[in-house]
């Protein structure tokens, strides 16, 4: 598959993550949120970001208790939970929060 | 007498009976197909990248080769009487009632064709004896079954015969890898390991990075300075794991569990990051050259560290692998220290530890579970732990009745050898199978509705990666929480009083009191 955006064709895999990390914009998230019925708001944008700058240390998303830990310190511990995470991103906080922050999918047995 | 018999049944529970027959409807599963693997993650394991012009002759002299050279697979082929025993007994089709899921006619798809070109009756007379000619739509459709079999073997132990379907599934999906026509699931998390150690393709510098922030928790809620090593020389076992413990929860947690028993035992280990994988997916798609890739990746890390013993922790096919193959694959282990078993199970030893009286349990801190157990496929029916017959039964229910107080089993017919599978295993554990691992869950998910309706059951323990993951997916589809699936070491974990341990609730304020105590602390839960 491949997103549309602005006249340019963003290439995709075919679950809708890019396949050229290279090409992700934040009008791209906001795209790829709205084809995963999501509205991005500051605090989806949080974990999003966090995501990337996880990744562009380490080139992998990070473990899920590591995101739980940072979204504790940045948005309270009432928040710093999974099952937060999941009323954020509804089909679970790594896989389509990935999507949306142009990451590559965790594979295996996650 | 009929009546009043269906009246006790309904009266009974209302739960649907787990190993009810499904309602026939063909064709129902036929559009199920995972997605095929691109040209490079096939060629990566020395496969065609995509289908050759000549892939009926490639695919029926493959058939020919594994018949010859694997006498298993061919008597298989050759045995099966249809006496009907197995019809019944799969999950995939109790769950979706597809007649082809029926393991006997999932097999006849690949038979079919066997008998075709393989046997004289077949030659000269097809019609008669069910001989299939080779085509694009009978590739299609083995691609499409062949990946609603979780190789789980459950329908083996019905057949009176012992005809095994799983070797059949794997043998069926190594003949489309050899035309080009693999499974993209699989294939790219094979090369992952091949690149970068693990399935996950979590890397040296983010797996030290993990293992170190897992160090600072585990001190920060328990004052106890528990270890993870990675890559340390010289340490006595090497852990191998699924990539899924440093990943997801409630892996996670049994991870942290491993490291406390290790602690509390006095050992050293370490993780390899070269060999940072228990999982070894070469078994899924039937492949014994992928599958020794794998296992040999395991001997560098033991031979480059140094270490004496090799434990694997909690993954079902991972086991299954190496139980049975890491020697013959992966050998020789000469090196390691003869007096341990090679391999060891992460549960042959906490049960040990807990024999010897090495670990300080109490059990009071699990009281907020009512647990059942959840035997996975892969250990219960394809290998062993310990000394005796059925170890691999009884030393996981030990060790949890051994830390828990409120165990109770699922209905007889689901446990043990007659286990159910949690519906994603041998490779269906992606998202483009959800449909089919829903259908496949559903008789473990209703075994697990009548303990929560008989006992109050709150959650289900499982010692495999892709059984927790699934789980964890599937719970809310069937009404549980996301997190009523647990680690057993996530249990020994809790329930363990490290010497020197300080609870952080006993130290902290008001304010932090609905944190539970790390070491009686219920999982956060679900996967990713």
Redesign the interface.
């Known amino acids: 598959m491949a997103y549309e955006l602005d006249g340019a064709t963003i290439e995709a895999d075919?679950?809708g993550y890019i396949t050229d990390l290279g090409a992700w914009t934040p009008e791209l998230a906001g795209l790829i949120a709205k084809d995963e019925n999501i509205e991005m708001d500051d605090e989806r944008w949080e974990v999003v970001n966090f995501l990337r700058d996880y990744y562009e240390e380490?080139?992998?998303a990070?473990?899920?208790?590591?995101l739980?830990?940072a979204v504790k310190k940045s948005m309270g511990?009432e928040k710093g939970?999974?099952?937060y995470l999941?009323t954020l991103f509804p089909y679970?906080?790594?896989?389509q929060a990935c999507k949306i922050a142009g990451l590559?999918k965790?594979?295996?047995?996650? | 007498m009929v009546e009043l018999a269906i009246d006790n049944k309904i009266s009974r529970t209302s739960v649907e009976d787990p190993l009810a027959p499904p309602c026939m409807t063909p064709g129902a599963m036929a559009g199920s197909k995972p997605f095929v693997a691109a040209p490079e993650h096939n060629i990566k394991l020395g496969f065609p990248g995509e289908l050759p012009d000549d892939w009926k002759e490639k695919a029926i002299a493959r058939m020919g080769y594994l018949a010859e050279t694997n006498r298993a697979f061919k008597v298989y082929l050759d045995t099966c009487m249809k006496c009907g025993a197995c019809t019944d007994k799969c999950h995939y089709y109790m769950g979706s009632g597809d007649p082809k899921n029926m393991p006997v006619a999932r097999q006849d798809l690949l038979r079919g064709v066997y008998r075709r070109y393989f046997t004289f009756a077949g030659k000269y007379f097809p019609k008669l004896v069910g001989a299939v000619d080779l085509t694009k739509e009978v590739l299609d459709d083995w691609y499409s079954y062949y990946h609603q079999c979780s190789e789980c073997r459950r329908c083996a132990v019905f057949c009176p015969i012992g005809i095994d379907t799983a070797e059949i599934t794997m043998a069926a999906r190594d003949i489309l890898d050899h035309v080009g026509v693999g499974q993209k699931y699989s294939n790219e998390i094979i090369g992952k390991v091949m690149d970068v150690g693990n399935n996950l393709g979590l890397n040296a510098k983010a797996l030290k990075a993990t293992m170190e922030d897992l160090e600072e928790d585990i001190e920060d809620e328990t004052g106890v300075a528990v270890r993870i090593p990675v890559d340390e020389k010289g340490a006595d076992i090497l852990l191998i794991t699924p990539s899924a413990d440093f990943f997801a929860e409630p892996h996670i947690d049994g991870l942290i569990g491993y490291a406390k028993v290790f602690h509390e035992a006095g050992v050293s280990w370490t993780v390899s990051s070269y060999a940072s994988e228990a999982a070894n997916f070469g078994m899924f798609i039937g492949s014994e050259e992928n599958m020794a890739v794998l296992c040999k990746r395991i001997q560098k890390a033991a031979k480059d560290l140094g270490v004496k013993r090799i434990i694997f922790g909690e993954c079902g096919h991972a086991w299954r692998v190496a139980y049975n193959f890491l020697n013959t694959l992966g050998g020789p282990f000469d090196f390691l220290d003869q007096n341990y078993p090679i391999p060891q199970h992460i549960l042959e030893f906490t049960w040990g530890e807990l024999q010897k009286g090495t670990l300080n349990i109490d059990k009071s801190r699990n009281d907020e579970y009512r647990l059942t157990y959840h035997d996975s496929c892969n250990v219960a029916r394809a290998s062993r732990m310990g000394d005796e017959p059925g170890g691999q039964f009884e030393i996981p229910r030990n060790v949890l009745k051994a830390v828990t107080n409120n165990y109770f089993e699922m209905p007889e017919g689901t446990t043990k050898e007659q286990t159910l599978c949690c519906g994603g295993g041998g490779g269906l554990l992606t998202d483009d199978l959800m449909d089919i691992r829903k259908k496949g869950a559903s008789p473990r998910m209703h075994a697990l509705k009548q303990v929560e309706e008989d006992h109050g059951v709150t959650h289900m323990v499982a010692i495999c990666a892709i059984c927790k993951t699934q789980f964890a997916k599937m719970m809310p589809e069937f009404g549980f929480e996301r997190d009523s699936i647990l680690s057993v070491h996530q249990l020994v974990s809790n329930a363990l009083i490290m010497e020197g341990q300080v609870d952080e609730d006993d130290e902290d304020d008001d304010d932090m009191d609905d944190v539970p105590a790390v070491s009686g602390a219920p999982a956060t839960g679900g996967s990713l």
């Open positions: 075919e679950e380490y080139q992998i990070p473990a899920v208790r590591v739980i830990k511990k939970n999974n099952k999941y679970g906080p790594a896989k590559p965790p594979t295996g047995c996650v």
